[in-house]
Nanobody, 125 residues
């Protein structure tokens, strides 16, 4: 069965860094685009970043551009989110997601086929 397992979340002070990891199993990792979504308390789930199957194409929401970097290692079935200069507004549960269809929009949650259970990121001021 398909599993996406996130790790690397935690508590960090504003200006600090964290690296999230998502290890996938039970699927052919290299044919899935991957995304990182986040959901803050009382807010909708929104995309933070996404990456193409090959790792060449990337997408970032405006609020994280220049601070976050998404990458993947297909040999390890793992996608990463390096988060630098964290801000309190980055506080959220971060979810890893996998998308099979190339034609679907990377920023649209409903276009993703599999989801992890999330990892908490808390940024204190």
């Amino acid at each position: 069965q398909v599993q996406l397992v996130e790790s690397g979340g935690g508590l960090v002070q504003a200006g600090g860094s964290l690296r999230l990891s998502c290890e996938a199993s039970g699927l052919t990792f290299g044919i899935y685009a991957m995304g990182w979504f986040r959901q803050a308390p009382g807010k909708e789930r929104d995309v933070a970043a996404a990456i193409s199957r090959s790792g060449i194409g990337t997408y970032y929401t405006d609020s994280v551009k220049g601070r976050f970097t998404i990458s993947r290692d297909n040999a390890k079935n793992t996608v990463y989110l390096q988060m630098n200069n964290l801000k309190p507004e980055d506080t959220a549960v971060y979810y890893c997601a996998a998308k099979r269809l190339t034609v679907a929009a990377w920023e649209t949650p409903s276009s993703y086929d599999y989801w992890g259970q999330g990892t908490q990121v808390t940024v204190s001021s």
